[in-house]
């Protein structure tokens, strides 16, 4: 489901929120060019003037998304980050074991 940026953090707040209970969110950020269909492989498509980054979180079969234009995105960078930092409470600390000190 594709929503604005505001209403994407919502969401996303709304996974991290329903994560710690059960299951794992899935993140994924990629430049957009703004096309949804594939181009021929004949031809010459010139680029286009203004890249997007398109972002993906799932959660299960819930899947929210959102498209952030340049001119957007430090503004939305901020508060993704400021939304990161306050749901990474619910992680757990990776168990590295013991570690061997190495005989000389």
């Known amino acids: 489901m594709l929503l604005e940026n505001d209403f994407f953090l919502t969401g996303l707040t709304r996974l991290f929120q329903k994560g710690k209970t059960s299951g794992s969110i899935s993140l994924t950020m990629k430049r957009y060019d703004g096309r949804t269909k594939p181009l021929p492989r004949t031809g ?4 286009p003037t203004e890249y ?3 972002i993906r979180a799932t959660l299960g079969s819930k899947k929210i998304s959102t ?4 001119k957007d995105v ?4 901020l508060a993704y980050a400021n939304l990161i930092k306050g749901n990474l409470d ?3 600390k990776k168990d590295k ?8």
């Open 52 to 54: 997007k980054c398109l």
């Open 44 to 47: 010459h498509v010139p680029d």
């Open 67 to 70: 498209v952030v234009h340049q």
């Open 90 to 92: 619910g992680m757990k």
């Open 97 to 104: 074991g013991k570690k061997k000190k190495a005989t000389q």
């Open 74 to 77: 430090n503004k939305f960078q």
